[in-house]
T-cell receptor, first 110, second 115 residues
Framework: QKEVEQNSGPLSVPEGAIASLNCTYS??????FFWYRQYSGKSPELIMS????GDKEDGRFTAQLNKASQYVSLLIRDSQPSDSATYLC??????????FGKGTMLLVSP | DAGVIQSPRHEVTEMGQEVTLRCKPI?????LFWYRQTMMRGLELLIY????????DSGMPEDRFSAKMPNASFSTLKIQPSEPRDSAVYFC?????????????FGEGSRLTVL
């Protein structure tokens, strides 16, 4: 079983819609969860972090965590073409490592 | 302030040749990471350093790979001899607090093609 799983996509949404990106993880002792955004040909950059169950909002982005279901998601409201990128879910199982999923490609059409 | 600087940005070499990738972390960051990204395997941690000391190299594929950090502002990842399956984008990243905050600052990457 893969440690961090994401649908590879692409997820296509029209401009202005809500994009929902999902991630599941296998290790129940995972403590911290992160979303990175990676534009094509560029490096990953951290956009959201979440540590406890529930929702965390930052501008148009909302991260949701459900540790019982081992599930973390990222919602992007009012999606813009500039949001088109690959979104990587990352899970911290302690201080020793950060494991990345393969990412979901998001395409926002004008 | 300058970010993480990697060189070369692109490298094309032939099987069997030695490849050296270089990285300058952000000044003041005590942690340095080397990752490899491929379509098949995603982003994989190869090795990371804390205060110039290698902490975990369990991700290094085999003895052909080696990494050094002679000082706080410079690290190298060497592949000798290189093989076609080593073709990937190699990212260097640095951080203040390791994996704790999850905030790693990545360089632009070195795209390696081994023919």
């Amino acid at each position: 079983q893969k440690e961090v799983e994401q649908n590879s996509g692409p997820l296509s949404v029209p401009e202005g819609a809500i994009a929902s990106l999902n991630c599941t993880y296998s290790d129940r002792v995972s403590q911290s969860f992160f979303w990175y955004r990676q534009y094509s040909g560029k490096s990953p950059e951290l956009i959201m972090s979440i540590y406890s169950n529930g929702d965390k909002e930052d501008g148009r982005f909302t991260a949701q965590l459900n540790k019982a279901s081992q599930y973390v998601s990222l919602l992007i409201r009012d999606s813009q073409p500039s949001d088109s990128a690959t979104y990587l879910c990352a899970v911290n199982r302690g201080y020793s490592t950060l494991t990345f999923g393969k990412g979901t490609m998001l395409l926002v059409s004008p | 302030d300058a970010g993480v600087i990697q060189s070369p940005r692109h490298e094309v070499t032939e099987m069997g040749q030695e490849v050296t990738l270089r990285c300058k972390p952000i000044s003041g960051h005590d942690y340095l990471f080397w990752y490899r990204q491929t379509m098949m395997r995603g982003l994989e941690l190869l090795i990371y350093f804390n205060n110039n000391v290698p902490i975990d190299d369990s991700g290094m594929p085999e003895d052909r790979f080696s990494a050094k950090m002679p000082n706080a502002s410079f690290s190298t990842l060497k592949i000798q001899p290189s093989e076609p399956r080593d073709s990937a984008v190699y990212f260097c990243a640095s951080s203040l607090q390791g994996f704790n905050t999850g905030e790693l600052f990545f360089g632009e990457g070195s795209r390696l093609t081994v023919l």
